[in-house]
């Protein structure tokens, strides 16, 4: 057994004895991981009430090179999450934040880049942002980080780039944007606006220019039907979050 040191955000608890718990955290470092928290559950055991649902952490812990789970020997509290403070929505989201983190992520796989966007994602949530944008910013960072993330600009079948005018093809099962010809035979394809395309391009794109992009209802409805489609269709059910996430939509 190795002794590894990461930050980590916390995903999930279950209860394991009258004292421990196994977490599942993201860690900066280690991508995901499951470990034992001996004691953890004690009044003043030796977390100090750092394990908390979405909190982010420094942690120590032994990492087992077998299938047995790791064993958490320290964790020291960075910042808790106190979204719901402010209101549901905000708490919601960063449920959502942790089922993504959880379902599109494989143990021991990392994606600092993918911790560093959840991490600023709950910051964000934590204070006065705009729910809606703020989780579609981080659902596109997340799918380009484990290789899902849909085209946009060219056509998945034919590689040809694509106009973005009027009504466009996007194949839910072929993973993007589809021209016409090769749209025939296609299965779970959904015609949408050209604006639906422009406003994932923009939310998927490297710089800040998301964060100047206004959607107005109608275009956030339409975005969250396509999104919610594909993600659905990627994990093999519907995010359970998302029915209390209808502010996305709003």
């Known amino acids: 057994m190795s002794t590894e040191k ?6 999930r608890l279950v209860e394991f004895s009258e004292t421990s718990v196994i977490a599942t955290l993201f860690t900066e470092d280690f991508g995901k ?8 559950r004690r009044p003043k055991g030796p977390f100090e009430a750092a394990l908390d649902l979405l909190a982010v952490c420094r ?22 999450f106190r979204a719901a403070t402010r209101n549901l929505s905000h708490l919601y989201a960063g449920y959502y934040v942790a089922e993504l983190l959880q379902d599109l992520t494989d143990d021991g796989d990392p994606h600092p880049q993918l911790f560093q966007a959840a991490n600023q994602t709950l910051i964000e949530l934590d204070d006065a942002c705009d729910v809606a944008t703020t ?3 981080f659902e596109m960072i997340a799918l380009h980080e484990v290789g899902h993330l849909p085209s946009f600009d ?3 079948g034919c590689g040809n780039e694509l106009s973005m005018e009027g009504r466009i093809a996007f194949g839910q099962l072929a993973g993007g944007v589809l021209c016409p010809q090769c749209r025939v035979g296609q299965r779970q394809v959904v015609s949408v606006s050209a ?4 406003a994932f391009r923009c939310f998927s794109d490297p710089n800040d220019s998301w964060r100047r992009m206004e959607l107005d209802r109608g275009l956030r409805g339409e975005l969250r039907g396509v999104l919610n489609h594909y993600l659905a269709n990627l994990l093999g059910r519907k995010p359970r979050m998302h029915r209390y996430l209808g502010v996305l939509a709003e």
């Open 6 to 11: 990461s930050l980590a955000i916390v995903l």
């Open 33 to 40: 991981i499951s470990a034992l928290a001996k004691g953890a």
């Open 154 to 156: 060219r056509c998945v």
């Open 59 to 80: 942690i120590v812990f032994l990492h087992k090179s077998s299938d047995a789970l790791d064993l958490l020997t320290e964790a020291k509290l960075e910042r808790r």
């Open 195 to 198: 604006g639906v395309i422009r």
């Open 135 to 137: 989780v579609l910013r």
